[in-house]
Nanobody
Framework: QVQLVESGGGLVQPGGSLRLSCAAS????????MGWYRQAPGKQRELVAH???????DYADSVKGRFIISRDNAKNAVYLQMNNLRPEDTAVYYC??????????????WGKGTLVTVSS
């Protein structure tokens, strides 16, 4: 079994910054990619940022130039530095990992989410 635990969400004023963290643990053989998604009230979950083991990064157009994704492979962790936050960034942010479990089964694992609220 694999667990992803996010932290770092909270309330921030427009223009402020937050840093999200996510650590994967459990029966993991290897992690292929990790990333962040978000879901705002009444909207579908959407990709925020994604990073492969090779270092390939994708960002949603709406966060380019403001958010930075990084990984610590030794810790099975992924981070999201969010700068110049806007009210429209308000959402529950979910950590995602594509990985091989201990049984070599390919898995798409999700955290439970952390709430980010951008408001004055």
């Amino acid at each position: 079994q694999v667990q992803l635990v996010e932290s770092g969400g909270g309330l921030v004023q427009p223009g402020g910054s937050l840093r999200l963290s996510c650590a994967a643990s459990g029966s993991i053989f290897s992690i292929t990619a990790m990333g962040w998604y978000r879901q705002a009230p009444g909207k579908q979950r959407e990709l925020v940022a994604h990073m492969s083991n090779e270092g390939n990064i994708d960002y949603a157009d709406s966060v380019k130039g403001r958010f930075i994704i990084s990984r610590d492979n030794a810790k099975n962790a992924v981070y999201l530095q969010m700068n110049n936050l806007r009210p429209e960034d308000t959402a529950v942010y979910y950590c995602n990992a594509v990985l091989l479990g201990a049984t070599m089964a390919l898995m798409d694992s999700w955290g439970k989410g952390t709430l980010v609220t951008v408001s004055s």
